[in-house]
């Protein structure tokens, strides 16, 4: 293998790089415009649900009640109705997610200690966050009704009286639980396959539409020259987007990584190896850039945003579905960046999915190279 050869192709590629404005935008302004699209857009967040009410007590008691919702930052009081006809209208329409009713004598049953039910209707067309406000209002209630039993057994002359259960709940990695930290390292997989797979996919095919694809193999040039030649000045440009997208996410949406910046240029270079090649290889099964391009589309949108774990759990899909995953590297770059931007940890931790980024990228760059060889016979 030569490397003046190699050198010759990645000067070409770059130059051609460099003379096409869309290939170059493709590279670097479409990740950014893609990061901040979905990292604005794309939340798993459930705040400020709107809320109506309906208080048949109207007391200081269940007003107190009322404050315990509004002074989080999850419930926003819409309205207030005097009639529980209304509640359908208002969740047909949309208008409010959450209507709470509260009983007449709230405010005497709670202070005396009696059971009291409260009654919350949500609008199940939006089954997550329907689910996540019902959550919400248990805790809420929960946390009101021991601070008015304490409240109960003092007026009754007890005291010193807790619960036999301390529940102090601890999150590690993430404590604000916010899903911007839990979704930037899945868009960062997401951009950096998409702009890699297509960018290359397309560089070999447009060489076979222009004719000088059998200029190459007439060429002392190899097919794995050709593939070194072809692919570094985009791993270059990978590597860049890649450290763009990074210290984007740290100002507009306070990403910061945790572990070390080596352990995650390391993981980067292998993933960005295996995009490559793999876009390599739908090259050589493509004689068309339209081909090209729907293929490496089609192979990567829809694969890292479903079965990678980036936004839907391994554990809630079919076996199947989850065996599937197993040939997808975006499952093992995107676990091996939550590893190192969340928690911290070293090369060692996840080493299984560096592993398996190793023999993804070998394998599609060998492949590659017998598809050329084939090719250029």
């Given at each position: 293998m030569s490397g003046m050869r190699i050198g010759?192709?990645?000067?070409?590629?770059?130059?051609?790089?460099?003379?096409?404005?869309?290939?170059?935008?493709?590279?670097?302004?479409?990740p950014l415009f893609l990061l901040l699209m979905f990292g604005f857009a794309v939340t798993l967040d459930t705040r400020h649900i709107s809320l109506a009410l309906l208080d048949h007590d109207k007391t200081e008691t269940s007003r107190g009640f009322v404050e315990s919702f509004l002074h989080s930052e999850y419930f926003d009081l819409k309205l207030s109705i005097d009639q529980g006809s209304r509640i359908d209208g208002l969740l047909d329409e949309g208008k409010v997610m959450v209507a709470l009713v509260i009983p007449a004598g709230f405010g005497r049953d709670v202070a005396r200690g009696k059971r009291v039910e409260v009654q919350a209707i949500a609008d199940g067309s939006n089954a997550n966050t329907a689910a996540t406000a019902i959550g919400y209002i248990q805790a809420i209630a929960l946390d009101y009704s021991q601070a008015a039993f304490v409240r109960s057994l003092e007026r009754a002359g007890v005291t010193g009286m807790k619960t036999t259960i301390d529940f102090r709940p601890r999150v590690l990695f993430n404590p604000e639980l916010r899903s911007a930290n839990f979704l930037v390292p899945g868009l960062i997989v997401l951009i950096l396959m998409m702009s890699s797979v297509i960018s290359t996919a397309l560089s070999i095919v447009r060489e076979k539409e222009r004719g000088t694809m059998e200029q190459i193999a007439v060429s002392p040039v190899q097919p794995l020259e050709l593939i070194v030649g072809k692919t570094v000045p985009y791993l270059l440009i990978g590597l860049i987007a890649a450290a763009t997208i990074l210290v984007t996410s740290r100002f507009l949406f306070g990403v910061t990584v945790k572990g070390s910046w080596l352990d995650l240029g390391v993981v980067t270079l292998i993933f960005l190896f295996g995009c490559l090649g793999f876009g390599v290889m739908l090259s050589t099964l493509s004689e068309s850039q339209q081909v090209a391009f729907l293929l490496s589309s089609l192979l990567t949108l829809l694969p890292v945003f479903i079965l990678s774990g980036f936004v839907f759990p391994f554990r809630n899909m079919p076996w199947i579905i989850q065996a599937v995953s197993y040939l997808l590297p975006g499952r093992y770059y995107l676990a091996a960046l939550r590893a190192i931007m969340l928690k911290g940890v070293g090369l060692w931790a996840f080493k299984d999915q560096v592993?398996?980024?190793?023999?993804?990228?070998a394998a599609t760059s060998a492949f590659s190279v017998l598809r050329l060889r084939r090719q250029s016979r």
């Open positions: 010759t192709i990645m000067v070409k590629e770059l130059r051609q790089i460099s003379r096409d404005p869309a290939t170059l935008g493709m590279l670097l302004v479409v592993f398996a980024l190793i023999i993804f990228a």
